[in-house]
């Protein structure tokens, strides 16, 4: 007996489920996670609220979530209330929730590889068509690349993850905009990773007032160190929020979740009081790794692409046999890593300057 001999859909046949490798060695720089722990202060904080929601849970969470999108709306500002927002367990959730209700049979989804590598999944596995285009210099998207892909392809929704994963690169808004006046379609601005873009640098939630069909994903995964507790969320116009609600599973956000998240909120400037460290060793991996004859693309994320690599899969194995692990994310001469603690990234550094050296 085996998976093939079950009547799973047909184009579902010969799949593999998505995961990065899960290695456990000391440093782990491979899922972009945030490697600083929460601060002890708010865990005590979160763990007193989880225990005080223990107390009900033999009932059902809050169906809408009203008291984490009230939190969320405040951590975004701008005019933003709770009415914009949305949340589910984790922005893959959300963005799946995007597909089931504008995507689907018949309608198409139309990305820029390289990529998020969820984006083609999450389009099989709501029987939503997947085309792509291709990027140009350094990875960029501009408002011509996008209109003239647009004219090609004639999609139902567009993606861009800004900045893209996993390249690090920045999306101009102009992109955003000249895509939206394009075609009467879905627009996703998936914005992981906006925490670790210049401060002075305008978010695509500028870009809301008037655009009913700008969709903005978010997650509290990456700056929040929030991984573990799987909290994505979406702002938007009330009625984008509304077609979620249609297909949305039941009291799909644990009300253990809904405390955790808010609690975590409530200490937002302590939360991202690391931002400012994983930037500094973010553009540090950057300079080291040009020294040591590698090629690094510029990055507004937690991690750093860099290529000039002879053999990705030699190097990393090296690494790994040094108890490190990045990633290999199928870029030709590529690969990709973490910005973790300064600990961390001097333990990376240091191993492939000695791997180098050999």
């Keep these: 007996m085996s998976l093939d001999d079950l009547p799973v859909r047909d184009d579902l046949r010969g799949k593999k489920p998505y995961g990065a490798p899960q290695v456990h060695v000391p440093i782990q720089l491979n899922v972009n996670e945030n490697t600083h722990p929460v601060p002890a202060a708010v865990a005590d904080d979160i763990s007193a609220a989880i225990r005080g929601a223990l107390d009900g849970i033999n009932r059902y969470p809050d169906r809408e979530f009203t008291e984490l999108r009230e939190a969320l709306a405040g951590y975004v500002g701008g005019g933003v209330t709770a009415e914009n927002i949305w949340a589910a367990n984790g922005s893959n959730e959300v963005l799946q929730q995007i597909l089931q209700a504008f995507g689907g049979p018949g309608r198409t989804l139309l990305a820029f590889p390289p990529t998020y590598s969820m984006y083609p999944l999450l389009a099989e596995g709501t029987g939503t068509g997947y085309v792509t285009a291709e990027r140009g210099p350094e990875f960029a998207v501009t408002a011509e690349i996008a209109v003239a892909a647009i004219r090609e392809h004639r999609p139902d929704i567009v993606v861009f993850c800004a900045p893209n994963n996993p390249t690090g690169t920045a999306l101009p808004l102009e992109a955003i905009t000249a895509t939206y006046d394009a075609f009467d379609g879905i627009v996703i601005v998936d914005e992981a990773y906006h925490e670790f873009m210049p401060d002075s640098e305008s978010r695509?939630?500028?870009?809301?007032?008037?655009?009913?069909?700008?969709?903005?994903s978010r997650t509290m995964s990456k700056a929040f160190?929030?991984?573990?507790?799987?909290?994505?969320?979406?702002?938007?116009?009330?009625?984008?929020?509304d077609a979620l609600r249609l297909v949305r599973l039941p009291y799909h956000l644990s009300a253990l979740t809904q405390v955790a998240a808010?609690?975590?909120?409530?200490?937002?400037?302590?939360?991202?009081?690391?931002?400012?460290?994983?930037?500094?060793?973010?553009?540090?991996?950057?300079?080291?790794?040009?020294?040591?004859?590698?090629?690094?693309?510029?990055?507004?994320?937690?991690?750093?692409?860099?290529?000039?690599?002879?053999?990705?899969?030699?190097?990393?194995e090296a690494l790994l046999a040094e108890g490190i692990i990045i990633r290999d994310v199928g870029i030709p001469h590529h690969l990709r890593v973490t910005a973790g603690t300064e600990t961390e990234t001097t333990a990376f550094l240091d191993a492939l300057g000695r791997i180098v050296a050999r």
């Design 204 to 216: 695509a939630t500028t870009l809301l007032d008037g655009r009913p069909r700008l969709l903005i």
């Design 262 to 316: 808010t609690t975590a909120l409530k200490h937002a400037p302590t939360m991202l009081a690391m931002v400012d460290d994983i930037r500094q060793q973010r553009d540090r991996l950057v300079v080291e790794l040009a020294n040591l004859g590698f090629t690094p693309h510029a990055s507004q994320t937690n991690f750093v692409l860099f290529g000039g690599v002879d053999d990705p899969h030699t190097l990393f």
């Design 225 to 241: 160190a929030f991984a573990g507790a799987r909290v994505g969320y979406l702002v938007a116009h009330p009625d984008a929020i």
